[in-house]
């Protein structure tokens, strides 16, 4: 009864972290529709507010492995959780934009910290063949996280200060996640007595071959400074190369940016304005779902490697297939952005008299990627309900002033795509008709490339990294990498529509193809399958390959 228990409070551990992960990430699209009213924010200002939890979350995967590692899994999630409950208590209560950035940075640093602790801590304490299922529970969590949040902005879109309601729900699941926290065991690696804490917390789950061996070769837990991360002594290297290579793939392989421009995919297929948002991110977001329970499911059967290699495939397949479709039937993208207190909201007509301003979709994905925290981008940070709405006295589209190439791009688009208002029937009318079919199939391998990373790199990422370092050092070394995600993911952000001016939107999505095919490569040269092996096995099975 109580291994059961065990079992199950580390599956609400691991649920729940990741539903606050995925909500705070999602959640601020809606948040900034009514935050840049009632606090009139500049494009800039807004830039700001979004990447602060992406600060946040970097700064925590500095300093978060120190925690793990010297004060415990459990400890650090508890920490964690406190944490978010003060930043949640900070963005409810804020009245300046500077309380608003000062609460989104802790809410960044606290969610890092979580998902960290929350993937070791879940894989230390179950058994081999159950660990891919509950590690990839995290992930589910996360897809979830970012739906409810979708419902949340949809619900509270026309709330007086909605915002705070938003921001304040958080309070529950994090309040649940310390409860449950509290009644789990400390967590096995870190007592040395490894054999009486067998007994207490992890062997139950395991079967009486596992608990035979442990008895049989007690297991020595080395120290190891950082510095061991790269060097030859227990082939750590080459597992630091493993992780490093993982979570860049992850990011460069371009998930937060495609996910960035669903709305816009899915208004070229014809579905209008306010319908495609809400489409294009709880479509999406369902499908993530139904994906991230697959691998779940099949994370200890077909394996790690498998499901890495399978996806990696799918998602070279699918964003080249976006890259070559655009090349015939071009997307106009434009630098998006929507600022409120605009005083000149009256002339937006004279600054760009060839832009209809009814023409453009009326949600805009904000900076693209900012989705992105973990491998997690909201399906298109679009927001849930039409702008028009909200704004339809003081619709004004600023052009970011060193962006006049785009804006050069994004008008010659417009003027070739007879371009016709969205005022129209839902699907008549659409400026892209003539390519219908191709439309299609760049929605399809959208969808495939969503369902792709989330049964390969968004799970599997963090199960690997969560087995593949020894236990004195794995806390340091899962920040080390989770660092090297966030700047990865703020770089793929910040630089995409600089690329996009560059090379063309279809060069950008057979660069992520390219990308893909070299990640399949990586994965098969370099990652080990680590399915049904106890954790102290794969350290061993590293140890033994140089």
């Known amino acids: 009864g109580r291994a059961l228990l065990i079992l199950l409070l580390s599956a609400t551990v691991s649920l729940l972290g990741g539903l606050i992960f995925g909500y705070e990430l999602g959640i601020i699209s809606g948040a900034l529709l009514q935050l840049q009213i009632d606090f009139h924010l500049s494009c800039f200002k807004q830039e700001v507010l979004v990447s602060a939890l992406l600060i946040g979350a970097l700064l925590a995967s500095l300093v978060g492995g120190i925690l793990i590692d010297h004060h415990g899994r459990r400890r650090a999630i508890l920490v964690s959780s406190l944490v978010l409950l003060v930043g949640s208590l900070i963005l409810t209560l804020a009245r300046s934009f ?64 909605g915002w705070r309601y938003m921001f304040g729900l958080a309070i529950a699941p994090t309040a649940m996640q310390f409860l449950s926290i509290l009644f789990l065991p400390v967590n096995p690696v870190k007592l040395s007595s490894w ?7 992890l062997i139950q789950l395991q079967n009486t071959e596992d608990r035979q061996t442990a008895k049989r070769e007690p297991y020595k837990e080395k120290h190891y400074s950082f510095l061991d991360l790269f060097r030859t002594r227990d082939n750590m290297r080459r597992r630091t190369l493993v992780g490093l290579g993982l979570v860049l793939f992850q990011q460069f392989t371009g998930q937060p940016n495609v996910l960035g421009y669903a709305s816009k995919i899915f208004h070229s297929v014809g579905f209008q304005s306010n319908s495609s948002a809400i489409l294009a991110s709880v479509g999406l977001g369902a499908i993530k779902v139904v994906a991230t329970l697959i691998a779940m499911a099949f994370a200890d059967k077909a394996g790690r490697r498998v499901l890495l290699m399978a996806g990696c495939v799918v998602m070279a397949i699918s964003v080249t297939t976006i890259g070559l479709t655009s090349c015939i039937a071009p997307l106009a993208m434009a630098r998006d952005c929507k600022a409120a207190a605009d005083p000149n909201a009256s002339h937006s007509l004279t600054q760009h008299p060839l832009m209809p301003v009814s023409s453009q979709p009326a949600v805009s994905p904000i900076l693209p990627a ?81 369902s792709a990373f989330s049964i390969g790199f968004g799970p599997m990422t963090w199960l690997v990294l969560s087995e593949i370092y020894p236990a004195g050092i794995r806390g340091r070394a899962f920040a080390f990498c989770n660092s090297f995600n966030w700047a990865a993911n703020l770089l793929i952000s910040l630089s995409f529509l600089d690329l996009i001016d560059a090379i063309g939107f279809s060069g950008m999505f057979l660069l992520y193809g390219l990308m893909g095919v070299m990640a399949v490569i990586f994965i098969y040269l370099f990652v080990p399958e680590t399915k049904g092996q106890s954790l102290e096995e794969i350290d061993q099975q590293f140890c033994r390959k140089r």
């Open 370 to 450: 900012l989705g992105a925290g973990k491998s997690q981008a909201g399906p298109g940070f679009a927001a849930t309900r039409s702008l028009a709405k909200a704004f339809a006295s003081t619709q004004s589209r600023e052009g970011v002033p060193d962006s006049s190439l785009t804006q050069k791009r994004v008008l010659i688009g417009q003027a070739k795509e007879e371009t016709v208002g969205s005022i129209g029937p839902p699907f008549g009318g659409a400026p892209w008709a003539e390519h219908t079919v191709l439309n299609w199939i760049t929605l399809l391998s959208m969808m495939a490339f969503v």
């Open 98 to 161: 500077i309380g608003l950035v000062i609460g989104r940075v802790t809410v960044g640093f606290a969610i890092s910290v979580s998902s960290m602790a929350c993937c070791i801590y879940v894989s230390e304490m179950v058994a081999a063949h159950q660990r891919g299922l509950l590690v990839s529970l995290y992930e589910a969590g996360i897809t979830v996280g970012i739906l409810l949040s979708y419902a949340l902005n949809y619900i509270f879109a026309d709330v007086d200060e």
């Open 195 to 201: 054999d009486s804490d067998c007994q207490k917390g």
